[in-house]
Antibody, heavy 121, light 107 residues
């Protein structure tokens, strides 16, 4: 399973770090990603990291403000967010990429339940 | 930038009906497409990947098709549990893009 944490209410311009703890599968063999969903809206991909952590990719909307990373020794993935804006308000899901080779190029076959980030003054 | 569209945005149907949802990509994407079901307050659930491969545990009344720029998700005999929102998702080695979603509601 995947369990997200770290969501909170933060002021515009503030920072936050989200965590995603994985269990029940070989975490080190799979890429993992962040996907967000603003209240009442659709799904939006945020970022993905390869199994080794050597490759990271971002949506244009967060590039330069968000940083994805992982600690394979602890089966945890992170999303460091700085310069937060009102439009970053969303439920943030972590998701496992369903490709045993560790490539980020596949569907998301396991999702957490999400952690809520609210950016407001 | 690649864009994904879905039609219709909302569809009304009855239990037992056959429903088809279409997803279109603004560029050719081979078969790199997945479909998800999402119910209110829940995380999305993978149904189909690689355009037509059924995820393990997903009922066989769900099927996917298409190649290139146009893809379909068909539910052959709607069950009460199928009323939800459906999203298509394109994936490649450096980005992911979701469609805007199709809400399937009870007629």
């Amino acid at each position: 399973q995947l369990l997200e944490s770290g969501g909170d209410l933060v002021q515009p311009g503030g920072s936050l770090r989200l965590s995603c703890a994985a269990s029940g599968f070989a975490f080190t063999s799979y890429a993992v990603a962040w996907v967000r969903q603003a209240p009442g809206k659709g799904l939006a991909w945020v970022s993905v990291i390869s199994s080794s952590g050597g490759s990271t990719f971002y949506a244009d909307s967060v590039k330069g403000r968000f940083t994805i990373s992982r600690d394979n020794s602890k089966n945890v993935m992170f999303l460091q967010m700085i310069g937060l804006r009102a439009e970053d308000t969303a439920l943030y899901y972590c998701a496992k990429v369903g490709d045993y080779s560790g490539s980020p190029a596949n569907a998301f076959d396991l999702w957490g339940q999400g952690t809520m980030v609210t950016v407001s003054s | 930038d690649l864009q994904m569209t879905q039609s219709p945005s909302t569809v009304s149907a009855s239990v037992g009906d056959r429903v088809t949802i279409t997803c279109r990509a603004s560029q050719r994407i081979s078969r790199r497409l997945a479909w998800y079901q999402q119910k209110p307050g829940k995380a999305p659930n993978l149904l189909i990947y690689d355009a037509s491969t059924l995820e393990s545990g997903v009922p066989s009344r769900f099927s996917g098709g298409g190649f290139g720029t146009e893809f379909t998700l068909t539910i052959s005999r709607l069950q009460p549990d199928d009323f939800a929102t459906y999203y298509c998702h394109h994936y490649n080695s450096y980005s992911h893009t979701f469609g805007p979603g199709t809400r399937l509601e009870i007629k």
